[in-house]
T-cell receptor, first 112, second 115 residues
Framework: NAGVMQNPRHLVRRRGQEARLRCSPM?????VYWYRQLPEEGLKFMVY????????ESGMPKERFSAEFPKEGPSILRIQQVVRGDSAAYFC??????????FGQGTRLTVV | AQTVTQSQPEMSVQEAETVTLSCTYD???????LFWYKQPPSRQMILVIR??????QNATENRFSVNFQKAAKSFSLKISDSQLGDAAMYFC????????????FGTGTRLTIIP
């Protein structure tokens, strides 16, 4: 059973471009969580999704950020019109309901 | 809202010695889970140990053990016989056991092992 797969591992975008981060949960996991880790800080919750539904997006910035977890395919975190402050490591975690989450290796986004 | 506080930004320990990392949290819930995660330079988040709040017995995993003080809302991690591979950032985290299982993390403690 492969772990949580995130790609790309590293992503460089110019200011104003779009960033798409992908997360494939572990087999059988229907819950996906996205976290952001700014340099030298802990992880901060962004959004919680189940298949085709956003359950909790209380940690998501109101503008430019969106997330989806379609019936088929990976979960996508999308950042439009990136700015320097979006540079961070973005982690995805998946779980079956009621159990601890397993983390991917993260995507490091650098905005230049 | 729940908060998690790690008051030690950095700690160091001599190889083979014991070190304790501190964590306090604030919640109005009576049932919850607490975790310690390790993040080495590879950035991978690795679960070290987990504690259910309803269990009075402190969790242990080989060289790792916790001191869970529910009344004081304290959850420290003890690493015995420290090894070079233990060098990493350590994050304390909290979550409720029902429904939305999002984690609330502390700001982390960077642990250095001195050979």
């Amino acid at each position: 059973n492969a772990g949580v797969m995130q790609n790309p591992r590293h992503l460089v975008r110019r200011r104003g471009q779009e960033a798409r981060l992908r997360c494939s949960p572990m087999k059988g996991h229907s819950h996906v969580y996205w976290y952001r880790q700014l340099p030298e800080e802990g992880l901060k919750f962004m959004v919680y999704l189940q298949k085709e539904n956003i359950i909790d997006e209380s940690g998501m910035p109101k503008e430019r950020f969106s997330a989806e977890f379609p019936k088929e395919g990976p979960s996508i975190l999308r950042i439009q019109q990136v700015v320097r402050g979006d540079s961070a490591a973005y982690f995805c975690a998946s779980s079956p309901s009621g159990s601890e989450a397993f983390f991917g290796q993260g995507t490091r986004l650098t905005v230049v | 809202a729940q908060t998690v506080t790690q008051s030690q930004p950095e700690m160091s320990v001599q190889e083979a010695e014991t070190v304790t990392l501190s964590c306090t949290y604030d919640t109005s819930e009576s049932d919850y889970y607490l975790f310690w995660y390790k993040q080495p330079p590879s950035r991978q988040m690795i679960l070290v140990i987990r504690q259910e709040a309803y269990k009075q017995q402190n969790a242990t995993e080989n060289r790792f053990s916790v001191n869970f003080q529910k009344a004081a809302k304290s959850f420290s991690l003890k690493i015995s016989d420290s090894q070079l591979g233990d060098a990493a950032m350590y994050f304390c985290a909290y979550r409720t056991p029902f429904g939305n299982e999002k984690l609330t993390f502390g700001t982390g403690t960077r642990l250095t092992i001195i050979p």
